[in-house]
């Protein structure tokens, strides 16, 4: 089956501009988290959506990045007023529920901020 | 606070030897541990995943990984590289109750000499 799929799967921004990535989780799946990876660095853990509860915001870093999830599919990250240290790859991942599940991810959007 | 620590940033091998890969967690209560590999221009794929059952656990592609608690590793070793197995690896905790988020290491680049 389908795997997440991300799009764009690279974006060149000016500084001050807003983003949003999006994301297909796997189908079926009630868990959707968002992680950014810095160049040469290890994921960050940004958000996590499980089912209709109340998202665990605590890994984003500013009060300009936000995301949604409409029900148990897609997922937009959006970043306001972009500013050159936001420039990373942005991975998403899904899983069957949450704790102990293989969380599968998707390719990532590269975001270039100038 | 639960974290994990990659003891080595780069490591190189020659194909047909052992690989050893090095982490360390720090957790409160029992982790689920994860390996995760990066391969070049390609997503996150899970390597092997250790939840409380037996402590060696066994992957993909011939590696396995050791969970020792009470020197809190959890070494991932293959016992013959092969030149495909060059990638970035990942060692992973996702904490007790937290809703299955990933917290990453910073990662070992394995390089393999023919």
């Known amino acids: 089956g389908a795997g997440v799929s991300q799009s764009p799967s690279n974006k060149v921004t000016e500084k001050g501009k807003d983003v949003e990535l999006r994301c297909d989780p796997i189908?079926?799946?009630?868990?959707l988290y968002w992680y950014r990876q810095r160049l040469g660095q290890g994921l960050e853990f940004l958000i996590y959506?499980?089912?209709?509860?109340?998202?665990?915001k605590s890994g984003l870093p500013s009060d300009r990045f936000s995301a949604e999830r409409t029900g148990e599919s897609v997922s937009t990250l959006t970043i306001q007023r972009t500013q050159q240290e936001d420039s990373a790859v942005y991975l998403c991942?899904?899983?069957?529920?949450?704790?102990?599940?293989?969380?599968?991810f998707g390719p990532g959007t590269r975001l270039l901020v100038l | 606070a639960q974290s994990v620590t990659q003891l080595d940033s780069h490591v190189s091998v020659s194909e047909g030897t052992p690989v050893l890969l090095r982490c360390n967690y720090s957790?409160?209560?029992?982790?689920?541990l994860f390996w995760y590999v990066q391969h070049p221009n390609k997503g996150l794929q899970l390597l092997l995943k250790?939840?409380?059952?037996?402590?060696l656990v066994k992957g993909i592609n011939g590696f396995e990984a050791e969970f020792k608690k009470s020197e809190t590793s959890f070494h991932l070793t293959k016992p013959s590289a092969h030149m495909s197995d060059a990638a970035e690896y990942f060692c992973?905790?996702?904490?007790?109750?937290?809703?299955?988020?990933?917290?990453f290491g910073q990662g070992t680049e394995l390089s393999v000499k023919p």
């Open positions: 992973v905790v996702s904490p007790y109750n937290q809703g299955g988020k990933l917290i």
């Open positions: 991942a899904s899983s069957n529920s949450g704790h102990q599940e293989t969380q599968y």
């Open positions: 250790y939840t409380s059952a037996a402590t």
């Open positions: 957790s409160s209560y029992s982790p689920s």
């Open positions: 959506f499980q089912g209709n509860s109340a998202p665990d």
């Open positions: 189908s079926g799946h009630t868990a």
